[in-house]
């Protein structure tokens, strides 16, 4: 199954300002730098640069969280994408939450203009091809298909607690992440 969604992944690869709508059903996808981008160590031209599963819909975690203006506390590619782009959008971490019960740096977004900027980065570089699932799979088989793509394919902003120990750059990604969470730490008092 795993090769199928491989296969399901490339052929679907679509630039996200091209992006129509996706299925409304569960499935696999993952992002690719496109032919204008460059993150530098964590991703060229044409690179893959993150794995991720819908448990519910591929259209609402992806359009209306991942795409989605205001979305970073829900999202960890929106979150590494932002660590990785700080200093070059100018971007400032604040905690996601008006009046949170505890401070949940770990979860942190931008501000309003941050937000915006990184979603328009993101609409100009970046693709992504997906997989739905035509027979539910259960939630466990889904991130088992997951871990499977992830290891085969190597996403380099993977920070999956399974899979994390496979990605050399994994250490360089959480210090990048670490700068925002601190950020929003000196910010925030609770």
């Known amino acids: 199954m795993t090769d199928d969604i491989i296969k399901s992944i490339i052929e679907t690869i679509t ?4 992006l129509k709508d996706l299925p ?5 996808y993952a992002i690719f730098i496109d032919k204008t981008g460059d993150l530098g160590v964590f991703g060229r031209t044409e690179q893959l640069i993150y794995v991720g599963i819908a448990k519910k819909s591929l259209r609402s975690r992806d359009i209306e969280t991942h795409f989605k203006t205001g979305q970073t506390g829900f999202s960890s590619l929106r979150r590494s994408l932002g660590a990785i782009l700080k200093t070059k959008l100018k971007l400032s971490a604040q905690k996601r939450d008006i009046s949170p019960k505890r401070l949940r740096a770990d979860k942190y977004k931008f501000d309003e203009q941050g937000e915006a900027e990184l979603t328009i980065w993101m609409f100009e570089n970046l693709k ?3 997989w739905s699932s035509p ?3 259960t939630s466990t088989q889904l991130k088992e ?4 793509v992830i290891i085969k394919l190597k996403p380099t902003l993977d920070l999956d607690k399974r899979t994390k120990h496979l990605n050399p750059l994994a250490i360089e990604l959480d210090s990048l992440r670490e700068i ?3 950020e929003v730490k000196k910010n925030s008092p609770i």
């Open 15 to 18: 630039p996200i300002r091209e």
């Open 24 to 28: 409304d059903e569960k499935g696999i």
């Open 128 to 130: 992504i091809g997906y």
């Open 135 to 137: 027979n539910p799979l």
């Open 145 to 148: 298909e997951e871990e499977k």
């Open 180 to 182: 925002c969470r601190h």
